[in-house]
Nanobody, 117 residues
């Protein structure tokens, strides 16, 4: 069973930065696309960013230019650098690891990010 452990969440003032990390217990990143999602209270979970196995990235319009997703396959870790944070970024952030051929789909436990105004 693969475990994904997220870290880096917390409370920050608007305009501040946080870096989220998600580490896998097994070496699966090289054969996976990696995602960050978030879910705010009372809202549906939404896709924030994706990085493919080949390194291509894509972002939700709400975070473009402020967030950066990156991966380190050797460390089985995916990161989300979040800059210029806004109160509307407040949510629980989840990492998601999906096998390229759909063999597995793993989720992290979530990490809370709270941005105060």
């Amino acid at each position: 069973q693969v475990q994904l452990v997220e870290s880096g969440g917390g409370l920050v003032q608007a305009g501040g930065s946080l870096r989220l990390s998600c580490a896998a217990s097994k070496n699966i990143f090289s054969i996976s696309n990696l995602y960050w999602y978030r879910q705010a209270p009372g809202k549906q979970r939404e896709l924030v960013a994706i990085i493919t196995s080949g390194g291509t990235t894509n972002y939700a319009d709400a975070v473009k230019g402020r967030f950066t997703i990156s991966r380190d396959n050797a460390k089985n870790t995916v990161y989300l650098q979040m800059n210029s944070l806004k109160p509307e970024d407040t949510a629980v952030y989840y990492c998601n690891v999906r096998h390229l051929a759909g063999v597995f789909n793993h989720w992290g436990q979530g990490t809370q990010v709270t941005v105060s105004s």
